[in-house]
């Protein structure tokens, strides 16, 4: 049987997004991007912006490096309207992560040092927030993961430099399929296969989608489980294990009066994972202490 071809894979994953309720949309060029983005934005706030109102948000958006980008996105903006009154623009809705507006398109072509083209790219809100790179069976991985690399340096911070506010990046050749943060530090030792409750990673890139591209997963990992990390300023995300104990840690404080312990190895991520659920359980009303042994030797 014939090896699957890249458009091949890039077409069917597009099919099985919009079957997950994605919207599909032809958005290939800079100026479809911001197009599309201000509809999106207008939707999401329930208003419509001028053309003079839209490029004060645009050249907001323009600033800073990927970690600026990402604390711009969780913050709202304060938009002086045409008519001197101010409004109070949202660009991600963190707390109600399923709200959000998604849509997928592909080939997007930017501009920069070089003229790139990218598979498949998820919208959230009009924002590029998560890039695939895709590459036919039988070719490593890795060379997706080094071409996102080009990317980043040849346009991704080109022209509105949109792309500089994708979060998660999502690599595969159909039979393996890795994720990882955006970030300047990234290495492929730092990309992470899926898994279950059961700690089994899901590496088909189709049981992949169906799980970690899921219109509310991939938002809520989006939202809640990527880390700012202000000592090095780059974005970390959450892996499947840390995911699952933070959620347990959530649901076993809010669900219940009982206590619980999760045991993690020493590497394991122990610090991110407490501090990920304790940010976000001191957001919860009903919460009023937690405490965590982050490490302990006896």
Known sequence: MAAQTEAALESQLIKQLVSLEYERVAVISEDELLANLKRQLEKHNKTTFSKVEFKRIT??????????????????????RDDGTNSYIEFLDSEHWCQNLFQVTNQVTIEGNYKNRYDVTILINGLPLVQIELK????????????????????????????????????????????????????????????????????????????????????????????????????????PYQYYAAEAIIDRVTNSDKNGYIWHTTGSGKTLTSFKASQILMKLPQVHKVVFVVDRKD
Do not use: P
């Open 59 to 80: 050249n907001h958006l323009n600033k800073g490096n990927v970690f600026d980008k990402a604390k711009i996105l969780r913050d709202k903006f304060v938009l002086v």
């Open 136 to 239: 036919k069976r039988g070719v490593e991985l890795k060379q997706a993961f080094n071409q996102i690399n080009r990317y980043q340096k040849h346009s991704f911070q080109s022209n509105s430099a949109l792309f500089g506010y994708v979060q998660v990046f999502v690599i595969s050749n159909g039979v393996n399929t890795k994720y990882y943060a955006n970030n300047k530090k990234q290495s492929f030792k730092q990309t992470f296969f899926w898994a279950d409750k059961n700690n089994q990673n899901i590496t088909n890139l189709e049981a992949f989608t169906d799980d970690f591209l899921e219109r509310c997963h991939i938002s809520k990992m989006i939202c809640k489980y990527i880390v700012l990390a202000e000592v090095d300023k780059i974005l970390m995300v959450l892996r």
